[in-house]
């Protein structure tokens, strides 16, 4: 791990310091607070994930940075295309997370074209990882319930068994990531794209897991909130400009994911010396 320190993606000031103490030229902007916590509390996102872009913003065409900021399947709406979603068609979201992901691809796209900006996004699906804090998200069930089914071989799930979402493992996140942002800016058609690697329903994992742990039982209370959210979501990205652009192609399948994931957290709740269902 390199050098790091803790910043207020709020005190423009403060980043600007350190982007001129420690030379930076790449701005990975990841700060955000989620579909479910920012539901719960709209004012703060509005400051962290709209006032805290243009912070990052402005320092990036202040300092002639390249900008990378993710967005999100919550970028969709219900009028969005659901089965697959393209990169470019209606997406009029309706939680403060998703407004707040299309104003920054917007935000980004109309930067570049102005000013030159080097802006790049993804919109990411649900990202697995073994992870045990979740950062209020519609998808964290499709992480909680390995930890579940590991310690109690129980879960309760808030959204419906039938309910389909993209979803993608971590590594594979990661290694987008690094792709798009080391990719020619002569490949790129576009500032935003789509990736894609797997999708699935809770009852789909949950059968999965089943392989390698036959007693997890799962049962489901749909949380409205939740429910209502996931339903305005597409069920799957149509991520080929990205595979024609830049070569993305994802690496993990849902058994690879569920194999992964079981023997990850197996290793930490060992390591930390918590029993192991």
């Not at 959204?159 to 590594?171: S, Y």
């Not at 059968?207 to 489901?220: A, D, G, Q």
Request: proline share 5%.
């Amino acid at each position: 791990m390199g050098p790091f320190v803790y910043a207020d993606v709020l005190d423009y000031k403060n980043l600007r310091e350190l982007v001129v103490n420690n030379r930076i030229t790449w701005l990975v902007h990841y700060s955000a607070l989620l579909s479910v916590v920012g539901e719960a509390n709209v004012a703060l996102a509005r400051k962290i994930n709209i006032t805290g872009l243009h912070n990052v913003l402005d320092l990036a065409l202040e300092s002639c940075l390249r900008l990378f900021v993710p967005s999100t399947i919550g970028a969709f709406g219900p009028s969005s295309p659901r089965d697959p979603a393209p990169d470019l068609c209606v997406q009029r979201p309706r939680t403060i997370y998703g407004v707040s992901k299309v104003h920054g691809e917007l935000m980004g796209e109309y930067l570049h074209h102005k000013y030159g900006l080097d802006f790049r996004c993804l919109r990411y699906p649900g990202v697995i990882s073994a992870n045990t804090q979740t950062g209020g998200g519609t998808t964290d069930y499709a992480v909680q319930i390995f930890h579940d089914a590991l310690s109690t071989g129980h879960h309760d799930c808030y959204l419906r068994a039938d309910t389909r979402l993209p979803m993608m493992h971590v590594g594979d996140c990661h290694r987008a990531t690094v792709e798009f942002m080391q990719a020619p800016e002569c490949q790129l058609s576009l500032r935003t794209y789509n990736i894609d690697a797997m999708s699935f329903t809770p009852e789909e994992v949950a059968t999965e897991i089943r392989k390698h742990l036959p007693h997890l039982k799962v049962t489901y209370n749909p949380d409205s909130v939740r429910q209502t959210i996931a339903d305005s979501w597409p069920v799957r990205f149509d991520d080929s400009n990205a595979r024609r652009d830049w070569g993305w192609k994802s690496t993990y399948g849902l058994e690879e994911l569920v194999s992964d994931m079981l023997s990850s957290i197996r290793d930490k709740r060992t390591n930390a010396g918590l029993p192991v269902s």
